[in-house]
C-alpha cells in the first residue's frame, strides 16, 4: 500500500531519497559522477560490524565527521553554493516518485524549492 494517494489528496508533497537521505546530503559535497550508480544504490556496508554503510562513510569522509545516530553534522554543508551544487545533479535526474521508488535518485530539492516558494509569496 502506498501513501502517495492520500499525501496527493491532502496536497502534500513527498521527499524521498533513494537509498537514503545521505544521498542529498552528498550531492551537496560531491560531484555524483565521481560514483558508480550501482555503487550510490547499492549503499553497502562498509564494516565487519554493519553499522556504516558507503553513503555514510563517504559523508563523513568529506566532511571531516558525520555520524547521523549521534547527532553529528557539520553546518559547514549548508551554503548557498552547497545547494546549488545539489539541486543542479538533482536536475538531472528523474525524480518522479515512480522512479525514486527503484532508482537511484532524490527529489528532495523539488520539496525545498516548494517551501521557499511559498515562503516568498
Avoid at 489528496?9 to 546530503?25: C, D, H, M, R, V
Avoid at 550510490?40 to 562513510?57: G, M
Avoid at 525514486?100 to 509569496?121: F, K, M, P, R, Y
Amino acid at each position: 500500500m502506498s501513501i502517495q494517494p492520500e499525501c496527493l489528496q491532502k496536497g502534500y508533497g513527498i521527499a524521498l531519497s533513494n537509498p537514503t537521505f545521505e544521498l542529498w546530503l552528498l550531492m551537496h559535497v560531491a560531484d555524483l559522477s565521481e560514483f558508480s550508480d550501482d555503487e550510490l544504490f547499492e549503499n553497502a556496508y562498509q564494516t565487519q560490524a554493519k553499522n556504516r554503510r558507503f553513503l555514510d562513510k563517504t559523508l563523513s569522509e568529506l566532511l571531516g565527521g558525520y555520524n547521523k545516530k549521534a547527532g553529528r553534522f557539520p553546518t559547514t554543508i549548508l551554503s548557498d553554493g552547497n545547494l546549488q551544487r545539489a539541486l543542479e545533479q538533482q536536475n538531472k535526474m528523474d525524480t518522479s516518485f515512480e522512479t525514486l521508488l527503484d532508482q537511484l535518485g532524490t527529489n528532495v530539492g523539488d520539496i525545498l524549492i516548494a517551501l521557499l516558494d511559498g515562503v516568498e509569496e
